[in-house]
């Protein structure tokens, strides 16, 4: 589904990402750790479309096409979903009002019908249902004075109305207390098929109890250093990170 | 005339359109009509069209544009090929309205719904009324310092409309005004109005000026409103303003307010290629509430000038105003927002806002508050913010699956709500929102 070689990105002229290689297949999910600053977030980013990143080398490819070479938009409607670390503020403009805009031309493009205000408003209230959300804070201004619990479940909950076939969660569990943590872990797990793929960039084995992954991969300085099974998630919790920036350090 | 001005045929224009107004409606030369345009005219002279070193019309150099190939010696008339079904061009036809139809500056009663017998409230026409309605009312609320268009609207007035509530009345239904311009010259388009709110009247008004399809003629309009709010009166003000590519105009619009009473004035400027408005407002007694709204997206290569003043006289007064402007390709905008706090006016409440939008690299914004206050018990604030469409917005709204046109739209509508949640008339709502979609390709 998702095949990342040898992928180098930048910011401001600064090598953030140095050659990252992720295979993703379809029904797996795979946990992404690593010390702050690593470019856990730059990666997403980068998959997501942000044009701030230049990407220098490599290639990214999703269901047989360039990535790389679609707007961040085709990348949604092709069935990329990023939840964002940092969900930001939209003031004026409800979660309800730009949705609608956003079902639709996904659907459009997946040939699907474009719903009426009725049937999208059906679908939302499913939805709702999975994440615990009220339909109030939907109509609130994005994110204008969410708890972080609200913010990150309004991220998933927007994941459930589009129906990604690769989801990138960006540390969705940080922050958030068990009942939060719970409910955003079975929202995820309730929109699981062996179609899909997620992507978990977390500090925390805490949510892979909850979201068990196929496989953990460190992101130290920019490169992908180990990948393993679900206990090096337990292994790094329970011995940090020393170990491995030694392990580079000596390569 | 003052010979150092560029261009002194503009001013030679203008006075042979006079001369044949004069000739062609009044042949009395001592009449109290004729004193009155005349004493307008040569104020006109002695101010002139501002050139770009009158420090009020610095960014708008009304000489420049006026040099260039108009023909100002041609006064509007023709009002008489425009036909009912004309009208449906235009908003807010469904309206349970009042409708006041002016075509190139002559009320058409034939088109316009007016009450009749109606103690609350009458309507008529300027020239109708007659010439004591000349003398007497009209000029009477001129508030802004001499002005060389107040002074030619005198001058050329030709018709209009005059709206009075009477007191105790509120007007369920709005008065809808349309200011229209054919096109059927190119030449010079005056129109004179006359708002008058009784003690503990209330009234929404909305005025569209805008141009038949396809107009592409260069016209100059100059219309002044005069607005009167008495005591403990409520006056809503929709200035609807969606003229052609070519159409030059100022709006004049001189208000005074009296004790208890509310006004809030909108500005929409939805077209027009060079547009210049004087807001000026007067709160003459105590515990008065005044509110400017304004909401200018342009494009192309458009000019708007948007200038008010609000002079605080007495205590307890509150003046709320808030401009955005969303600006795209080359298009130039300009702000100034003068408030005037005399010494007697304690307690004043000011505040002042204007926040742009630019799209384009090439939209230039200028924005100047002007605040004299020489109260000292009072609470004033001004803010001016310009700044482009947020990047990280548009691509939380893009990796969500929407189009940038869409994204853009979306943000630029939320920029707007503010002011658009004010307006009371959804219909009017909604035409906004679409104009104000179509800046963007
Ligand atoms: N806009 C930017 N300008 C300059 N440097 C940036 C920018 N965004 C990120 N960086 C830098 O890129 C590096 C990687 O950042 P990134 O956000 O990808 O890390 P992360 O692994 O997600 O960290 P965390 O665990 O704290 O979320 C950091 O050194 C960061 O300072
Ligand atoms: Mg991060």
Redesign the interface.
Known sequence: MLKINNLHASIEGKAILKGINLEVKPGEVHAIMGPNGSGKSTLASVI?????YEVTEGSVEFQGKDLLDM???E???EGV??A?QY??E????STT???K???N??RK?RGQDTLDAVSFLKLMKEKMKLVEIDQSLLSRSLNEGFSGGEKKRNEIF?MAM?DPSLSVLDETDSGLDIDALRIVANGVNMLKTPEKATIVVTHYQRLLDYIVPDFVHVLYQGRIVKTGGKELALQLEENGYDWIKEEVANA | MNKELQNPEIEQDFKIAFDTLEKSIDANESSELHLKRKAAFDAFLKLAIPHAKNEEYKYTNFRKALAKDFSLQKLSSKSDKFEKSDLDQFPCQTFDAYKVVLVNGVLRTDLSSLPENDNAITIKGVKASGEQVFSTLLDENIISEPDAFVALNTAFLQDGVIVEVAKNQQIGKPVVIYRINTGDFEGLLTTRSLVKLEESASLDVIEFTVNTKGNDRKTFQNHLTEVRVAANAQLSYYKVQDEGEASHLVDNTEVVQYRDSVASIYTFTLGGKLVRNNLNISLEEEHIQTNMYGLYPVKDKQHVDNHTTVDHKKAHCESNELYKGIMADKATAIFNGKIYVRPQAQKTNAFQSNNNIVLSDHATINTKPQLEIWADDVKCSHGATTSSVD???M??????????S??QR??L???A??IFEKVKFEELREYLGKKMDTLIG
């Open positions: 997501a479309g942000r044009e701030e707007d961040p938009e990348r949604a409607r979903f990023l964002f969900p930001i939209i003031p004026g403009v009002n730009f949705l805009t956003a079902l031309e996904v493009h927007q589009l | 990047p990280e917005q691509f939380y709204l893009q990796a969500r699956g929407v189009g940038k869409s994204a979306i943000l509508r939320a920029f709500a503010e």
